[in-house]
């Protein structure tokens, strides 16, 4: 088991021992700290933020911000740009959405010079973060820590305007995607090789499963990398999928953080990080749910090579993301069933597509259901434990429960079931694997 | 007498020639077409300007478009950082404004898409437009042709951005202060040696005088380069003094011109030229008026060398501009009284600088006015005739109106008198010099 990651400083926890000043800006170490559009909704907040700011700036940090827009900006930019086209054009969606996180990075650079902490705004492409040309959704591909260093250097705090980068061929602004600025933080933590990442949002950290539909869900104290990957991944909004991708390639320690608790007596949160940091392991550590699903069922389809392709094919050439796939033998004995999800959004012009296409691929008919959900039970210690998905088919059950689809892998398990179920199925399950609170 | 600059074709006007597709790219001519923030408020009015530059590409143009953002954002922003910080950073402060002429270039270069013209949005950094480092009231020092030039070969419409430009050394974003985006547009007009500059607002065109205040006010064809920067300096708003500055040393022909025109049937608006390129000369052209005005008189000040220096030196300190100026001789006889006016904004820290230095300076009292205007006529064909002023104290004196002040220059007298004779005075000058509509 590798040294305990708690090494880390969160804050001027009391103990904790912070440095002194006059700090030295070779031997400094970095910190990122990044606020989401509800921690700087507006001027209150953004000056909320700045204190959360200074204290980590007293505690002798090297400090990078990395900020969302403004909640609600993004939105409106958004309605703007479709309003503007009905043909998108993802480069002009980008130039015109990353004025949002532009704004914020000025306006709080400008509260923070209020408080006494020199601070400069940075724009992606002023770094620069390098991405590729996907706008809309673009990859960062490298970012260049020097002139973010010399600000440092010069004892500035450095502003960083999230979610967006600069594809350098051609000049132009590029996003991330929903969610990017999670990513652009744990990217620049990377880069400036910080100590910690911590992710401030409006929940003070990652939960067994959402609390608002189990009240005992708990506060982790720590979660690993690849179980929070899942947990994003199926479901978990706390955090953007690609940003967990990238703190588990570059081992950045990420805590999960409230931006609302108050700047003088912070709360440590929660730690994301490596599996064998986690001192005592639970088989099943959370739960996630998505009610983003969409069920569609092919009956009997012509048992014959190349008809997955047939199916999947024109679905993948739609940008159709195609999810839990299951194939039985259809009650004819000779052809099969097939059934898989989408995303809700998909749900008509998968449809569409498939109907076109019900001669190439050779099917009986085409039965879709929205109202289902999928719910997930993540945990890295389902590698050494059979059975552990065996007891939730059980359960579920029990209550009467019916399952439409299962999926496994090696750390988590999910289950397609009727919507109406949802709270029901994530009590059941949270309780089963003993992740009530006391 | 130079060639008439007439032959500016102004949009597909019968008769006019367009040309006729298909262009070559090679020899086709250049526009530059700016929007303001009302002819950009809305995303319909995003798309009246869309068919206003369609017509131009129609007619065999290469078109850089230049827009400010939408009407009631900037303040909206500058509301912001005013609220973010009292200690006014103006880096900081370009980084927030700047984003909204950032939402406009690509909410157009969308709509004109939507249309079917390829165009693509440019911000200030990425042309680039380069300026000095005066935040929040920048110059511009060079505008690099190159990538825009490639952009017209590729076929595109060239959205720009107005009102901001990067320092290079550096990397910021610089803003050009208030109607910045006139100064962009003509800048951009020279860069890439356009045919002409069409300046777009909310009027159609250049007036002898407000016409608010004179309904007999006349649009004019054509205004002197010279005649246009009194009439910018002097109070009419219509277009940024700099901007006027920049077209007359690069001799860039500037129509001003209404948005609000049936995009299918455009009104020629007014041709800032050369003198010599106009045709009719009047006397006078046009007369302002400026309501930010503010008086100053300093009693009996000690008539020793080295007096104005103490008075204007701590005033130029403290980046008060003083404008008119007028000594004459005190009813002592030993002294003199000291007259002149600053801007309404700088009136009372002008006071205070003063009063706290009057043991220095040697005066015997401070007497201080506001509601105050200064009222001026203007003509280059006042070079040529004498008593053109004089005309004005007469007239004004049969309206019982009293001059505070007078100054004169070579083309351009303006008189300061009590704020509530404005109209009265305006009316009668505009009538004197012949400018009433018939």
Not at 67 to 73: I, L
Not at 124 to 142: F, L
Not at 214 to 225: E, G, H, L, Q, T
Request: hydrophobic share 45%; glycine share 8%.
């Amino acid at each position: 088991m590798g040294a305990p990651c708690l090494g880390a400083r969160v804050g001027v926890a009391p103990g904790a021992g912070p440095r002194r000043p006059p700090f030295d800006p070779e031997t400094m170490a970095r910190l990122v700290m990044k606020f989401g559009g509800t921690s700087v909704a507006n001027l209150e907040r953004i000056r909320n933020v700045a204190q959360h700011v200074k204290r980590e700036v007293a505690a002798g940090y090297q400090v990078a911000v990395v900020v969302s827009a403004m909640s609600g900006k993004t939105n409106e930019l958004v309605e703007w740009v479709n309003d503007a086209s009905k043909i998108y054009d993802p480069r002009e969606y980008d130039a015109v959405v990353a004025s949002g996180e532009q704004v914020t990075s000025g306006l709080l650079a400008l509260a923070l010079s209020e408080i006494g902490i020199p601070a400069r705004s940075w724009q992606g492409w002023q770094i620069p973060v390098e991405t590729d040309d996907a706008h809309g959704s673009a990859r960062i591909e490298k970012i260049d820590g020097a002139r973010l260093a010399a600000s440092f250097a010069r004892g500035e705090v450095a502003v960083i305007a999230g979610f967006q980068g600069i594809h350098s061929a051609s000049g132009r602004i590029t996003t991330l995607g929903r969610g990017g600025s999670d990513t652009s933080a744990v990217a620049v933590a990377a880069a400036i090789g910080a100590e910690r990442c911590d992710i401030y949002t409006d929940v003070d950290g990652v939960y067994t499963t959402d609390p608002r539909i189990v009240p005992r869900a708990r506060r982790m104290d720590r979660i690993a990398f690849e179980e929070m990957l899942e947990m994003a991944s199926l479901g978990a909004k706390v955090l953007q999928v690609r940003s967990v991708e990238v703190a588990m390639v570059h081992k950045v320690k990420t805590f999960v953080r409230s931006s609302f608790d108050d700047p003088n007596a912070p709360q440590p949160g929660t730690l994301i990080c490596d599996e064998e940091d986690i001192l005592e392991q639970q088989v099943v550590t959370g739960i996630a749910f998505s009610r983003d699903e969409a069920q569609i069922t092919l009956r009997r389809v012509a048992d014959r090579p190349g008809v997955a392709a047939n199916i999947f094919g024109p679905l993948a050439e739609a940008n159709i993301n195609v999810d839990m796939i299951i194939q039985v033998v259809s009650d004819d004995a000779k052809t099969t069933d097939l059934t898989f999800t989408v995303g809700n959004a998909d749900y008509v012009r998968a449809k569409t597509i498939l109907e076109k296409n019900q001669t190439d691929i050779g099917f009986l008919s085409l039965h879709g259901a929205t109202d289902v959900v999928k719910v997930s039970a993540i945990g890295v210690g389902m590698r050494s434990h059979a059975g552990v998905a065996a007891l939730a088919f059980r359960a579920l059950a029990d209550k009467g429960i019916n399952i439409r689809a299962i999926t496994t892998s090696e750390i988590k398990f999910s289950v397609l079931i009727d919507a109406e179920y949802t709270e029901l199925a994530v009590r059941t399950l949270h309780t089963l694997y003993g992740l009530d609170k006391a």
